[in-house]
């Protein structure tokens, strides 16, 4: 069965520290996904990785960097978390090798920031 | 560019009764996919339906179909015979046709089944 793990289900962090949000997939997938999730937004793209070390920006990256040194593993880092990063942060990963497949998704992780 | 609008931020049914949930897009790709999921309150994605913009039938996988209307650029789910467990957030979404697998979603609509 396919799996896509997110590390944390839910985190409390300080404005001002560094965050990472690990994401892991077993399923040998080329492609990963962050999206951001807030209520009425619906999910937007952060970043996404095509290969290990490739990454591309999404819609809004402002705020977030991330790492892929290992095709199984995605991180989505926030330099200096701030009160407007709190929000669920969803992974996905994708096989590039199907055609119109789905995206697999994280069971997600809620950020809040005080 | 690619854009997805869903219209209806809530929507009530009554157990066993049929639901459409709307779902208007704008691409300027000639190829693309459009993608309903699910997400209940336990925070998960659960995929439901897929329909390629060249299929020539409607999408359909058990209880849910998809009125695909291509020259209106609209894709309604459709959920017969509503349940309990239907109750959830349900997201559009699009994707293009460079196969990266990135999704565009919509703002999701959220249904409330009655009993």
């Known amino acids: 069965d396919v799996k896509v793990t997110q590390s944390s289900r839910y985190l409390v962090k300080r404005t001002g520290e560094k965050v990472f949000l690990e994401c892991v997939q077993d399923m040998d997938h080329e492609n990963m996904f962050w999206y951001r999730q807030d209520p009425g937004l619906g999910l937007r793209l952060i970043y996404f990785?095509?290969?290990?070390?490739?990454?591309e920006k999404g819609d809004i990256p402002e705020g977030y960097s991330v790492s892929r040194e290992k095709k199984e593993r995605f991180s989505l880092i926030l330099e200096s978390a701030s009160t407007n990063q709190t929000s669920m942060y969803l992974c996905?990963?994708?096989?590039?090798?199907?055609?119109?497949?789905?995206?697999?998704f994280g069971s997600g992780t809620q950020l809040s920031v005080l | 560019a690619q854009k997805i609008t869903q219209t209806q931020p809530g929507m009530f049914v009554q157990e066993k009764e049929a639901v459409t949930l709307d779902c208007t897009y704008d691409?300027?790709?000639?190829?693309?996919?459009l993608f309903w999921y699910k997400q209940p309150s336990s925070g998960e994605m659960i995929f439901l339906i897929y329909?390629?913009?060249?299929?020539?039938q409607n999408a359909t996988e058990g209880r849910y179909s998809l009125n695909f209307q291509k020259a209106r650029k609209s894709a309604n789910l459709v959920i017969s015979a509503s349940q309990l467990g239907d109750s959830a957030m349900y997201f559009c979404a699009i994707q293009g046709s460079s196969n990266t697998g990135k999704l565009i979603f919509g703002q999701g609509t959220t249904l409330q089944v009655k009993p």
């Open positions: 329909q390629g913009s060249y299929d020539q």
């Open positions: 996905a990963s994708y096989d590039r090798a199907a055609t119109n497949e789905k995206l697999f």
């Open positions: 691409t300027s790709d000639p190829s693309y996919g």
């Open positions: 990785s095509y290969d290990v070390k490739m990454k």
